[in-house]
């Protein structure tokens, strides 16, 4: 089975829960790695995904943001992509810039792979989460899928999961750690072609739009300005001079809503710009500056 997802962090969990054999050790979501064979979790719920890390694909476009008329795989989209994950970066490392220069291409060719696969006739599993990025991503995936007859299977992230004592949280699959992916396959299901193209159609109705940005509204996906998440950084910062990361980092524990620090902190960079936003304190690392209303 070939598994899709939308962001590099899920797509990472889940090589490594397709992953028979693991040689190294990550934190965060892919903490479960260890040196030699993979330990079965521990949990009953949980197990590890049948298949190896070969068949998960990465579509990590962002095609929530930006102009959606151009072609997911255009010189503006990959130019947009660099610009997204470079912003703030304040250290010349050749290699690492170099490494974001290739990151739309890489998406291109995991893109391409997609589509070898699917003239192989191969089934696709599609992880998706109601965060704008992922729902946009796999709209636009239904707009390719729709001229395929391959069989495809979703699972959508649910809202929140129970526990013995507690209930977690769901807000996208990079959240989720590599032995527990199997646990939500319980919401798996196959697309029907009408369903496709349903969606496949929603898609063509928000590249009509093509809005600056697209968010989930009351569960809707719609095009809205590029002002639209401003409001949460105004929720934030007063005329108390405090540091760029300490504002950012309260909208992002306050609003887990599947928008990267790198939006909010090209949205402080405008403001600034306007004169609404005043640096009181600068710093070569933009998050590490002192920021204050004007």
């Not at 959606?68 to 130019?79: F, G, L, P, T, V």
């Not at 690492?96 to 290739?102: G, K, P, S, T, W």
């Not at 300005?225 to 929720?235: C, M, N, Q």
Request: with cysteine; hydrophobic share 40%; net charge negative.
């Amino acid at each position: 089975m070939i598994e899709v997802l939308f962001g590099d962090s899920e797509a990472a969990s889940m090589k490594a829960a397709k992953n028979k054999i693991v040689l190294g050790k990550a934190d965060g979501p892919t903490s479960v790695l260890i040196a030699g064979k993979k330990k079965p979790p521990k949990s009953e719920k949980c197990r590890w995904v049948e298949g190896t890390s070969d068949e998960v694909i990465c579509l990590g476009f962002m095609l929530d943001i930006g102009n959606i008329k151009e072609n997911i795989d255009s010189a503006y989209r990959k130019k947009l992509i660099y610009s997204m994950l470079s912003h703030g970066r304040w250290e010349a490392d050749e290699e690492i810039n170099a490494e974001l220069l290739r990151t739309g291409d890489y998406y291109c060719e995991e893109l391409s792979r997609l589509k070898r696969y699917l003239d192989y006739g191969e089934a696709i599993r599609v992880w998706y989460s109601n965060v704008p990025y992922s729902i946009c991503g796999f709209y636009n995936l239904c707009s390719i899928l729709q001229e395929y007859a391959n069989e495809i299977h979703v699972v959508p992230l649910p809202e929140y999961q129970k526990r013995t004592d507690s209930i977690i949280l769901n807000s996208n699959w990079g959240e989720v750690s590599a032995e527990e992916f199997a646990g939500f396959l319980y919401n798996e299901k196959i697309l029907s072609m009408e369903e496709i193209r349903m969606y496949a159609i929603m898609w063509d109705g928000l590249k009509e739009d093509n809005s600056p940005l697209r968010a989930v509204i009351n569960g809707k996906l719609m095009g809205v300005p590029e002002s639209f998440y401003d409001f949460l950084i105004w929720k934030r910062i007063t005329t108390e001079p405090v540091k760029e990361a300490r504002i950012i980092g309260d909208i992002l524990w306050k609003n887990q809503i599947g928008i990267g620090d790198w939006w909010y902190a090209k949205r402080i960079d405008y403001y600034i710009g306007q004169g609404k936003i005043k640096v009181i304190e600068d710093d070569r690392n933009k998050y590490a500056r002192t920021i204050c209303l004007t």
